[in-house]
C-alpha cells in the first residue's frame, strides 16, 4: 500500500506539471529515495501511465485518454446543455461546467444566459485553480495531499486585486468553502463579473463545477445559493445513475 500511495503522488506530480518533469525534480519534490522513484516511474511508464521523453516525464497515453476522458465525458452527457440551460434559465445569468486539466482549471461548456447584457463566455477558457470562483470550489474539494502538491509545485500569481494575493489567502478561502459548500468571488477574473460555484460530486469524487456568472450590479450570488445547490443536486443524482 505505501509503494501505490507513492506511486499515485508520483503520477500525480507527473500530470500536474506544465512541462515535462525529470526524476531528479520528483525526487527533491517528494523527498524520495532515488532508488524507489526510479522503479515507481518505470512501472508506470510500462503501463502506459506516464511516458518519458528527452525532456523528463509526461501523461501517458493511457491516463490522458482513457482515465480523465471518460469522467468528462460521463460529466458533459448528464450535465450537457439541457442541464447547464436550465439553471441559465431559472437564474437568468451565465452558467459553466468547470473540470480541472492540471495545473488549471479548463472550462468544458458554457451556456450564456438570457438577458441582453449577460457575461459573454467561451468553453476551453483555463486558468489557474486559485482565481475565481469555478476554480477555487474545485481547488478547495482535492485531497489534502492533492493540495499541498498543487501548492508545492505552482508559483503562486495574482489575477487581480479582487482575489487571494498569496498561499495563505487561498488556504483561508479554502477553509470557507469546505465550511459553506460553495463559492462566491467579485470581480476576481474578470472586472465587474460576480459568480457563484458548488463542486460536482460522483460519489466521493469530484468531478467538476458549476457556476453561475453575472454582472455584479446585478448578480447578486448569496440570493441564489439554494436554487443552484438544488439544480446541482439533480445533476449529481442524474450522474450515480448512469
Known sequence: MKSLTVGLRILRVVEMAEKPVSAQE???LLELPRSTVYRLLKTLADQGFIEQTASGFIPGL?????????????????????????????????????VIRWPHAYALAAVE??????????????????????????????????????QQMTPFVPVSDHGPQCWDDVQHQILQIRSHGYCMSHGEVDEGVAALALPVHLGRRLVG?????GPEFRFTPNDHVATLQKMVARIEEDLGDN
Open 26 to 28: 520528483i525526487i527533491q
Open 209 to 213: 463545477s458549476v457556476s453561475v456568472v
Open 113 to 150: 444566459g438570457p438577458r441582453a447584457v449577460r457575461w459573454s463566455f467561451t468553453a476551453g477558457t483555463r486558468h489557474p485553480l486559485y482565481a475565481g470562483a469555478s476554480a477555487k470550489v474545485l481547488l478547495a474539494y482535492l485531497p489534502d495531499d492533492a493540495l499541498a502538491d498543487y
Open 62 to 98: 493511457y491516463l490522458t485518454q482513457t482515465s480523465r476522458n471518460s469522467y468528462e465525458q460521463r460529466l458533459q452527457s448528464v450535465a450537457g446543455r439541457d442541464a447547464l440551460s436550465a439553471i441559465a434559465q431559472t437564474l437568468q445569468e451565465t452558467v459553466v461546467l468547470t
